[in-house]
């Protein structure tokens, strides 16, 4: 058959521009917060404690959760550098 080529899709971008860059970013923060409480923490901690490593799987990856994940290993990492200790 006929190979595809660029001009035989037909491609649009959508752009989402906030009325108020303040706005959003508070918009953004409130969501965050909402996450966190939500028990964001612990489902991460859950996460590493089952070997599961940001961004290794689709839960892993996903919005909030990778950050907050490699925010746990740094953190982790860090006490281990300054508090070195044989049991973990």
Not at 7 to 23: G, H, I, M, Q, V
Not at 33 to 38: A, Y
Request: with cysteine.
């Amino acid at each position: 058959g006929k190979g595809r080529g660029a001009s035989d899709f037909d491609f649009r971008c959508f752009f989402l521009y906030p009325k108020s860059r303040l706005e959003l970013y508070q918009r953004l923060d409130e969501s965050c917060e909402e996450m966190v409480l939500g028990g964001l923490m612990r489902e991460c901690v859950e996460l590493l404690n089952l070997g599961l490593m940001p961004a290794t799987s689709t839960s892993t990856n996903a919005v909030g959760y990778r950050q907050f994940m490699e925010y746990l290993v740094r953190c982790s990492e860090e006490e281990r550098r300054h508090h070195p200790r044989e049991d973990w």
